[in-house]
């Protein structure tokens, strides 16, 4: 599976954007999706992640009730909605895949990562 992250930019506090991981391969289906964020100068983290029917979302403390995790199995796309956004969320963030149902455990994929900036 190859993962192809895409959707950050520039944008001011307050604003949103809406993120997009493609996935190549066959059997998106079958991957349990995740989305993680390393800012300059930190560890990554994780931000939220998908079970593979779209009906258990998972969520970092830090963007409950701000971003919103949805996926497309016919699109073999997931997304991350980030709305209210802040100075302190400014990273890369990085979509994964891990194959099977388990809501735990490292990721078996991961993508290129795209720049999120949020402007004070």
């Known amino acids: 599976v190859q993962l192809q992250a895409s959707g950050g930019g520039l944008v001011q506090t307050g604003g949103s954007l809406r993120l997009s991981c493609a996935a190549s391969?066959?059997?998106?289906?079958?991957?349990?999706m995740g989305w993680f964020r390393q800012a300059l100068g930190k560890e990554r983290e994780f931000v939220s992640a998908?079970?593979?029917?779209?009906?258990?979302?998972y969520y970092a403390d830090s963007v409950k009730g701000r971003f919103t995790i949805s996926r497309d199995n016919n699109k073999n796309t997931v997304y991350l909605q980030l709305n209210s956004l802040k100075p302190e969320d400014t990273a890369v963030y990085y979509c994964?895949?891990?194959?099977?149902?388990?809501?735990?455990?490292?990721?078996?994929?991961w993508g290129q990562g795209t720049l999120v900036t949020v402007s004070s």
């Open positions: 994964a895949a891990r194959f099977g149902t388990a809501t735990t455990g490292d990721y078996d994929y």
């Open positions: 391969g066959r059997a998106f289906g079958a991957y349990f």
């Open positions: 998908i079970n593979l029917s779209g009906s258990g979302r």
